[in-house]
């Protein structure tokens, strides 16, 4: 219900969800007690597991955030979990990814 609750948000007035949370609330003695602590905690990220071509497989856990005035646009952010096997993976794609400079190319000058 807390995340029913941080979903809904700004949209807590909407007659869809009040229908809802009305029809529910007649069914359910148990929705309706947790609908009246009035919890709200947005939902933690969920655990993905993802693989890809160069490095293999991923866990990944993903975030989501959204901005008010910009009609319902959400940003998904993926991350690894510190020190796991998937950060070290996503070190190694970065690198992989990352444009080498004219020093990396060249070999070292001896004196």
Do not use: C, N
Request: charged share 30%.
């Amino acid at each position: 219900m807390a995340a029913l609750r941080a979903y809904a948000g700004p949209e807590a007035d909407d007659a869809r969800l009040r229908d809802l949370v009305g029809d529910l609330s007649l069914r359910s003695d148990r929705f309706r007690t947790l609908w009246a602590r009035h919890e709200v905690r947005p939902r933690r990220g969920r655990l993905s597991r993802l693989s890809h071509p160069q490095v293999g497989d991923l866990e990944l856990y993903s975030e989501k955030l959204t901005a008010d005035g910009t009609g319902g646009l959400t940003l998904v952010v993926f991350h690894a979990g510190p020190g796991s096997r998937s950060a070290e993976l996503l070190d190694i794609l970065g690198s992989l990814a990352a444009p080498r400079t004219a020093a990396a190319r060249e070999p070292a000058e001896e004196p």
